[in-house]
């Protein structure tokens, strides 16, 4: 216990660095992601991935079922003072107060901070990404390396690609929100994700906690990447996020064409204030 205390003692301490910043040294900047790494694969331009089979309530716009009380311990709350989140150290789970920022539309984000993807972001909050780095850190999770992808240069007509899937420890991300009658509702993640030509759901599948990474700003100052660009859950592969989906998707549309939207008759209005629960699955 000893030790493990004094793990997340140092790394609670080099996440407050994250937040404030400190000055970039010769050789701390994070690798560029555009150079692959050996264990980079090349691939074929993908054909359309496999999703998982209809689900028919969602079709007929029937939403989700009310929340059913779960079976847990007692709640033991980290003492943290982190704005619009808390940590249930017994439950391995952080809670996020964020609001529903779309609920039509291409998606590129699960979630986002406010004033930076939210046109293409389910859920925005106002928690900080470097505080949620360090708070998956306090429920005993690693962070790996977010996935990136970039086209073969030494393919001409642009159809093979170099990938890297993202790396780290696994994470759940479920919604909870109340209806327009105050019922207590809950979805997965992917249950606000569908294919835009078959309606069919985001497929099951883990959000990987790649931990964005560490880069001077235009000021030379070392910063979070993530807490400049708000990618808190990514659903394509900008290469930035703290978690990301379990599979490479290109962000750009000469690759692959746009696919998932929100899916709108699982959701709520837009505004909604919803929680977003991060569970460790490991």
Known sequence: MASRLTLLTWSLLALSLIAGGCKSTPGSS????STAPPEAVEAETPPRQDVAPPVEAARRGEGVSPVVPEVEQEPRYA??????LRIDLNARVIEIEGVCAINSGWLEQIVCTVETRTHESLVAT???????????????LEPGKPGWWNV?????????????????SHVSITFEWKDGEGVLRRAAAREWVRDFHTHNLLPEGPWIFGGSMMKPDYTGVMTYVADRTGSIAGLVTFGDELLGWCEVLPDQESVMAPEWEANTPAMPETGTRVVVRLRAME
Do not use: C, T, Y
């Open 126 to 140: 106002q928690a900080k990404p470097s505080h949620l780095h360090a708070a998956l850190l306090l429920i005993g």
């Open 152 to 168: 073969d240069p030494d393919d001409p007509e642009g159809r093979k690609w170099i990938v890297q899937p993202p790396a780290g």
């Open 30 to 33: 994070a690798p560029d992601p």
């Open 79 to 84: 003492d943290v003072d982190w704005p619009h």
